[in-house]
């Protein structure tokens, strides 16, 4: 399973995996019904989580077999879910591309005016680049931005326009893979074969590291930021059983 998982996300581009991820969900799910571990994004109790990774490091157990939820994900749910009132106040919000454990769920939201966006992703209404958002200023209540700007040439300006497009006392979540050990982001553009891009930057699509310096880098697009190590709400049976990310902590962007 773990090599059948690999190879997909590595070899097969990801609008046809989106695609045909929710059939797969379907049919695996069954196999890995049980009552070990427990998924509070689709509520689904299982015996084991799927593999999922780019390498064999730290890659088993981490993908829900049902709403293909990663630690992230549920990580970012239950926030939304215990701390906030996003759920149930009426809202405007973007989505830059949308995850498949949040897109039908968000949909069914019946205060939520839900827009999504994304370059390809089949998922996404409209298509663009996030360096120039097509929207008016001041749009969204909400903007969720997960894991993309490791991806963007110009950080400083998609965070700009996202700025740009939220409502004063509207807020942002914007999560990156960072790298605890990096005191500052480390980048180089003129690094761009594949192959250096995952030796230097963690993935073959990744234009930069974040270190702990990312809070910042968000603040100089004119947010204030909140660092939360939200995780640590949980106890170490429950961080397990759900499999939360320990080391994440949530950025929460605020204008």
Known sequence: MRKLIRFLINKVPRIYLIRFSYAFSWVVAIFYK???YYCPVCEGHFRKFLPYGYTDKNSDNRLCPNCLSLERHRLVW???KNETDF???PMKMLHIAPEQPFYKRFKSIKTLDYVTADLESPLAEYHFDIHEIPFDDNTFDFV???HVLEHVEDEFKATKEIYRVLKPGGFAILQVPVNNKLKETYEDKTITDP???EKHFGQYDHVRMH???YPKRLEKSGFTVDSIDYVHKFSKED???MRLPENELLYIARK
């Open 239 to 241: 961080i397990e059983r």
């Open 211 to 213: 270190g702990l310096d």
């Open 34 to 36: 049980g009552n070990k």
């Open 195 to 197: 192959k250096e891009r």
């Open 144 to 146: 969720m931005c997960n």
């Open 78 to 80: 239950l926030y939304l």
């Open 87 to 89: 759920f149930t106040k």
